[in-house]
């Protein structure tokens, strides 16, 4: 598995975790990782998680997820590394300039799925470890990968459940590579993500659709109620208008504030990138903060409604509005499951409509917070500021990272997201890559963190042995 090899993007079918046709390469891509890890010397164990069933009824197996052990000296701290191994679906007629399954080198960008997401993270960290291998092992490391990240994360939560009075049990920090820096050139840790509350609005009439001609001004048409409930979602501002949604977000505390003034964010690039004319906030301070801090509510789509070229004069019977609220800490996801209904099912009261509402939250995602001030931020600020001269971007995640929440619920760890790549490494998109110098100066800055969290770690624990003589 070299990264600086074909392979190390893989063949499309050997990491698209996505698509079932293409399972039994995810699971030859387990055992490369797992040969991988096994020649520097790591235990190694392969867990087989079964099978999961499709919605056509066919049973596939589950790629194993790899659990590793190096080094178990006990004055060393022990450090958990998780990463992925499968990609996103890619084609090179998408729009891709190389084939997305060849790693391509173009000035100094490493070009190919799964360079930044999240196959080079993963290589560097390896990387990193190999080195410390050859000379002498300052940590403890522990490995947890997976091939199915991109698909769900099927039976990781398990598996963490089952492992967590063993395999976690001599664990002291957890650290994800799998997200990227918030600028192209200045280094950040992750501290935090919202969570994602995912809503399905359904309005019916009847059981077939109607014309227009012969139906339109006589009924209560589906499609009128659902826009009216849509629309009473959010205002202009970006306001989410349920009652009481707001009541659990916490004040902004003057600390905060600062570490958003520090944060180095291009407002114009940003709009650049996006395409927009215009953004809701003017200040990149006010973007931020509704970027990760506050909850926002966005529209996705209407299931049901003509969406074709054409025109096609129909009252649909049924539609279904699909919305969702990335909440932020602190905001109960069964609360704001109640507040949504509560809304909807009182605007929709005041409308006198005899058709049928139903209201469900399909999918919950939890959000993620850790303290800044942990060794393992401390630790890995140094590191940072050891290898590219700057210290990091204190950032959080506008979007949902479920396996941070599930990793600090359920281990009862610090847990610290160290992205590699840069803003512009394209993650999901065509045209991913991350840069010759991310790759190598990534793999330097998890050595440099190594060093670090174990002195820090070290002066912990000899002032705590003090601290308890006394």
Known sequence: MDFHKPDGCGHPSSIDSVQPDFRKEVIRMMTLTADRLAALGATVNSVNLGSHQLPDGQDLPLPPVILGELGKDPQNPTVCFYGHVDVQPAKKEDGWKTDPYTLTEINGNLYGRGATDNKGPVLAWINAVETFRALKLVVNFKFVIEGMEEAGSLGLEKLLEEENQCFFSDVDYIVISDNLWLSNKKPALTYGSRGNACFSVEVECGDKDLHSGTFGGIIHEPMTDLIALLDSLVDPTGR?????????????????????????????????????????????????????????????????????????????????????????????????????????????????????????????????????????FKAARRAIKTVFGEDPDFIRDGSTVPVARMFQTITQKSVMMFPIGAADDGEHSQNEKISRHNYIEGTKVFAAFFLEISKLHRHLHKTSNMETNN
């Open 240 to 376: 989410i208008q349920i009652p009481g949604i707001y009541d659990s977000v916490t004040a902004l505390t003057e600390e905060e504030r600062k570490l958003y003034e520090s944060i180095e964010f291009d407002l114009e690039e940003h709009k650049n990138n996006s395409g927009v004319k215009k953004f809701l906030y003017g200040t990149k301070e006010e973007i931020l903060l509704h970027l990760w801090r506050y909850p926002s509510l966005s529209i996705h789509g209407i299931e049901g409604a003509f969406h074709e070229p054409g025109i096609k004069t129909v009252i649909p019977a049924k539609v279904i509005g699909k919305f969702s609220i990335r909440q932020v800490p602190h905001m109960d996801l069964l609360v704001v499951k109640r507040q949504v209904v509560e809304h909807l099912e009182g605007v929709f009261s005041k409308r006198n409509s005899p058709n049928k509402l139903k209201v469900s939250m399909p999918l919950g995602a939890k959000p993620w917070l850790a303290d800044i001030n942990d060794p393992l």
